[in-house]
């Protein structure tokens, strides 16, 4: 069975531009997490997204927004790009988003912003 | 911030026990002790969990401090593909604690694996 993909696998950007990152949960999943890692971190949470609606935030500027589509699948976009957004940014999905249970991660999207 | 305190790097020999220890003294009655690791160039996958008592798996054991102050994840055989970062987590199963459903990751601590 396939585990949680991303796309791009790595992206390379300028300051000021917009980025879209794309992720698709296990199949049967309805929960979709964002998290970013920056360098020599653990990662931080961004969004939480349960059956189209966002579940939960993160500590993170209005530049960072995501959506989550009716197959499940989601997308982080960030406008306004930063060099401080240089990060490997993290998908994971779950069942029912709860506490409760395991989320599983993809192998993230690796993001320079120049 | 994460609930959880860790040594920054740890190192073994392959074949041999480790044992990552991780103190979370500030621990609610209903928090649930989890661990994952994050291999190099992938995503974070989870280890083990528990609340009370001490929890095997096929990956690894996760031995429990009685007042549940602190806990280890011992990995029995060490082998290079152990090596990653592992983090320590605490997570209110009801979903209404300070984190809600959301990991909070530390910087957590790198195994280091020798031949």
């Known amino acids: 069975d396939a585990g949680v993909t991303q796309s791009p696998t790595h992206l390379i950007k300028t300051r000021g531009q917009h980025v879209t990152l794309r992720c698709s949960p296990i199949?049967?999943?309805?929960?979709v997490s964002w998290y970013q890692q920056v360098l020599g971190q653990g990662p931080q949470f961004i969004f939480q997204?349960?059956?189209?609606?966002?579940?939960g935030r993160g500590n993170f500027p209005d530049r960072f927004s995501a959506r989550q589509f009716p197959n499940y699948s989601s997308e982080l976009n960030v406008n306004a790009l930063l060099l401080g957004d240089s990060a490997l940014y993290l998908c994971?999905?779950?069942?029912?988003?709860?506490?409760?249970?395991?989320?599983?991660f993809g192998p993230g999207t690796r993001l320079l912003v120049l | 911030d994460a609930k959880t305190t860790q040594p920054n790097s740890m190192e073994s020999n392959e074949e041999e026990p480790v044992h990552l220890p991780c103190n979370h003294s500030?621990?609610?009655?209903?928090?649930?002790i989890h661990w994952y690791r994050q291999l190099p160039s992938q995503g974070p996958e989870y280890v083990i969990h528990?609340?009370?008592s001490n929890v095997n798996n096929r990956m690894a054991s996760l031995a429990i401090a009685e007042d549940r102050k602190s806990s280890t994840l011992i990995l029995h055989r060490a082998t290079l593909r152990d090596a990653a970062v592992y983090y320590c987590?605490?997570?209110?199963?009801?979903?209404?604690?300070?984190?809600?459903?959301?990991?909070?990751f530390g910087a957590g601590t790198i195994l280091r694996v020798k031949s």
């Open positions: 994971a999905s779950s069942l029912w988003g709860t506490s409760r249970e395991t989320q599983y």
């Open positions: 199949s049967g999943h309805k929960s």
């Open positions: 997204y349960y059956e189209k609606e966002e579940r």
């Open positions: 500030t621990i609610s009655g209903t928090d649930y």
């Open positions: 528990g609340l009370t």
């Open positions: 987590i605490l997570r209110d199963p009801t979903g209404l604690g300070e984190y809600g459903n959301k990991l909070v």
